[in-house]
């Protein structure tokens, strides 16, 4: 579909489960108006921890309803990106069998895959609505303005296992997206590695964390923080604490280390402009398993973005820790209007996390946004 029919499908999905909705359900699942302080403070509230996403809950829907949920989120995917997503979810219930299932997180069941909450801003087919699904370790945030698709980004996508058996082989959710960095990286020879290598040790976390902007200077944001207000016991703050102190121990970081690796004024690393052919077509391949998480005229458009020289040049890869499989590693890829970051460190290096943003765009705030969505250049 093109961009037109695919905001006109979106729009039909989002306006047809929210009349499926009960009053009382609707207005927890949508706020009005867009525009308004407290629905913007809301739209831009974003998280990646198994804390309350805000909206309504998957579970707490009978089945058609579930149904457009998933239909809503797949109008903001590409096919490969809903897979991996549904993927995501499910995985809740693998983490929930190797925590050895007590795990609580202050409700009945600490790892649910109906925890899942969509919320819809403004009215679909409206000049300004949006929708967000979010839960653990998805995030996926929609605009649209004056019938174009103004804003797909902040985009991520997580696992926890990263790495799983499953009969005939491994399940590995963003198992691509963590080789081709490392083949990319291992590409380069001594010099161009060197300068790509930020630090021997990877950060336990992404670094822009649950922002709703991001800027230079930013710094890891710690795990205590990532939840929406406190946490509820102090058994429950009491855990957060020592995940935290065990992914610090683990990476080893100071307070030196981690402005070392704060989000810099300009790209860090190698850039593409540096890199041979092979290595320029591992770029935009690594590039796609992010931009791919957007409808698919939007992905087109950056595919087609970066097939352009001059715009892929300007393209910075980073590295942190180490390029062998199986141990602690985060990279990022920065340019003109994109940061990537991608981290497996927790969990003995089977627990990642990516995430895709537009330092000037995310969620829409760019006046701009909705031409540069769908036309990166």
Known sequence: MDEHSTVEHMTRVAAELLDALPPDVRARAQQLPVGDPAVEAERVRWFYTPTDHGGVAVRELPPRQ???????????????????????????????????????????????????????????????????VGGHHLSVNLLVRAGRIAAVTPSFLGADPACSPALGGMLRPLGGTEDLARTLMRSLPAPERALALLHPRAVSDIVSGNRARVRPGDRMIHMQQLFRGPLPTPRL???????????????GY????????????????????????????????????????????????????????????????????????????????TGPRLLVEYDNTQRHANHAHSVWRDPDGDFGLDPLAAHRATDPH
Do not use: K
């Not at 041979?276 to 998480?293: G, I, K, M």
């Open 237 to 251: 703050a009491a855990l957060v604490d020592r995940i935290d102190e065990t992914a610090e121990t683990g990476s």
């Open 254 to 333: 100071t307070e030196a280390d981690h402005a070392w690796l704060a989000l810099g004024p300009r790209p860090q690393g190698v850039a593409g402009q540096d890199m041979t052919a092979e290595q320029r077509r591992l770029l935009r391949d690594l590039l796609a398993t992010y931009t791919d998480r957007s409808p698919q005229p939007v992905a087109d458009a950056h595919r087609r973005h970066y097939l352009d020289d001059r715009n892929l040049d300007l393209v910075h890869l980073a590295w942190a820790g180490s390029l062998a499989p199986g141990e602690p590693h985060y990279y990022r890829l």
């Open 66 to 132: 579930q149904s457009l949920v998933m239909q809503l989120l797949a109008t903001g995917l590409t096919r490969p990106a809903y897979v991996t997503a549904c993927t995501v979810m499910g995985l809740e219930n693998v983490l929930d069998e190797l925590e050895g299932w007590q795990v609580d997180w202050g409700r009945e069941r600490g790892r649910d895959p109906g925890l899942y909450w969509v919320r819809v801003f403004g009215r679909p087919g409206d000049d300004t609505w949006g929708w967000r």
